[in-house]
């Protein structure tokens, strides 16, 4: 499991480490690890680090003692390090003797000719952006010079991943102790580049936000026992499709076969399209152990929806179903609630503009599963699944670009409703659909940089995801 967590908890626990440790060790284990991943970057760029020209974009804050104690090293190990202050008159006194100790030079402006830049600007309670003084600074950075950022890229926020105005692009990112939210949740993560987590001696709570891997993801999928029936280990239904859009029933039906329950119920007008695919399904009502409502219903069929809702077993909503929600009514429910929007739906549910959702992610999900008492799939550049109560929100960490294709939520809607047939949690149910249908995408896109892919051809790799997944 890959864990992130705020600057709130980060800071508190900094101070209870550095409490116990000698006066300015915690930053020399910083900046030691910093400049070990610098070393790696200019050894595998020119084959060594003597004579490497390396400019430092230094703020007034511990982030930019952390570069200068850092650059300090490099300098040490025959590298030109010239220090670039954001503001001359504050820079931490200890970094910047270091610094000129081991021949580091000082200068106004970046130079020319570089083989590396660190962004040591701002650190992670960085608010709102780069200041001009600081945008000018990394405007001056020569274009095609790696960028190493000291623990997050300054101007994205640490805490939600958000960019509210001038920011720094990374090659890489070294965090210290933790990762921190904005470096996993869209558009901050597109900003840090690589990310090297450096290890401090941190002692963490539970975290703020996480990320599944092979081996948690393992041990939830479900596993038919030698005594299973098709019935035992779950039935989904699939309430989608209309004669306008029944491609939508049959994408989602095929997900929903691939998704670990026993059996798949389809009730909706797209019956013969359905069962002309997959002869599998079973047609018409009975009795289902969790519902998918929503993907291609047309607008008019709200009424169907609610009635789903008022039974006692777990409902994943999507697209078309997502319609019309009462929050008073999801939040009654006793059963599991599953919702999974796109940007887009998510503004229409908070009743916000799509931008504010898609600038600010992980506080669009968090608000969406409090307000609606449901567990969210936010659906997008980055997947978050929120749980309706306490816990962390988790960051889906597969997929590919080539995903945002038509019928490929359709897929994932039915993956998940399986998931939740057979038994998995909510925000389980969730955090492995998302997990498996990232896998199946990238299967499907192929190799390298893959190339556009079909939403049944998602649907078809979910048994190759699966084994990769569940592989030891």
Not at 343 to 372: D, F, I, K
Request: net charge neutral; charged share 20%; proline share 7%.
């Amino acid at each position: 499991m890959r864990t992130a967590y705020s600057v709130e908890t980060v800071r508190a626990a900094e101070r209870e480490l550095m409490a116990r440790l000698p006066e300015g060790a915690l930053m020399q284990r910083a900046a030691a690890g910093l400049a070990a991943v610098c070393t790696g970057l200019l050894t595998r760029r020119r084959g060594r680090v003597y004579g490497a020209r390396v400019a430092l974009l230094v703020g007034p804050g511990d982030n930019g003692g952390d570069a200068l104690y850092a650059g300090a090293r490099l300098a040490r190990r025959g590298a030109g390090v010239t220090a670039v202050p954001m503001d001359p008159e504050r820079l931490h006194p200890g970094g910047l003797a270091a610094l000129r100790a081991a021949g580091g030079r000082v200068e106004r402006d970046v130079p020319g000719r570089l083989d590396l830049v660190v962004d040591g600007l701002l650190g992670i309670g960085g608010r709102g952006g780069l200041r001009p003084a600081a945008a000018e600074l990394a405007g001056q950075v020569p274009p095609g010079v790696p960028v190493v950022a000291v623990d997050l890229p300054s101007g994205v926020d640490a805490d939600t991943g958000e960019v509210a105005g001038p920011a720094v692009s990374a090659d890489v990112t070294v965090a210290f102790g933790a990762y921190k939210p904005g470096l996993l949740v869209d558009p901050g993560a597109s900003r840090a580049g690589a990310v090297h987590l450096v290890d401090i001696g941190l002692e963490l709570p539970v975290p703020d936000v996480e990320a599944l891997q092979h081996a948690d993801v393992a041990r939830l999928l479900p596993q038919p026992a030698a005594a299973s029936d098709k019935y035992r280990r779950g039935v989904v239904g699939v309430l989608a499709g209309s004669r306008q859009y029944p491609g939508a029933a049959v994408l989602a039906v095929a997900g929903a076969l691939r998704g670990g329950a026993g059996a798949v119920r389809y009730v909706g007008p797209a019956a013969e399209a359905v069962l002309a695919r997959y002869p599998e399904t079973l047609i018409g009502p009975g009795r289902v152990q969790a519902w998918v409502a929503g993907p291609g219903l047309g607008e008019d069929r709200t009424g169907e929806v609610a009635g789903l809702l008022a039974q006692d077993v777990p409902v994943l909503v999507d697209a078309d179903g997502l319609r019309g929600l009462d929050p008073a009514v999801l939040r009654e429910r006793s059963a599991p609630t599953l919702l999974t929007p796109h940007a887009g739906e998510a503004a229409a549910l908070l009743e916000v503009a799509r931008e504010a959702v898609e600038a600010g992610r992980l506080t669009a999900a968090r608000s969406l599963a409090q307000r609606y008492g449901a567990t969210v799939l936010l659906k997008g550049s980055t997947t978050l699944v929120a749980p309706a109560g306490e816990g962390p929100v988790r960051v889906n960490p597969t997929g590919t670009p080539w995903l945002a294709t038509a019928g490929s939520g359709d897929v994932l809607s039915g993956l998940a409703g399986s998931l939740l047939a057979a038994g998995l949690s909510g925000p389980d149910a969730g955090a492995v659909g998302a997990y498996l249908h990232g896998l199946a995408g990238r299967r499907a896109s192929g190799s390298g940089a893959g190339g556009p892919v079909l939403a049944h051809e998602v649907a078809e790799a979910l048994p190759a995801a699966w084994r990769d997944a569940a592989a030891p």
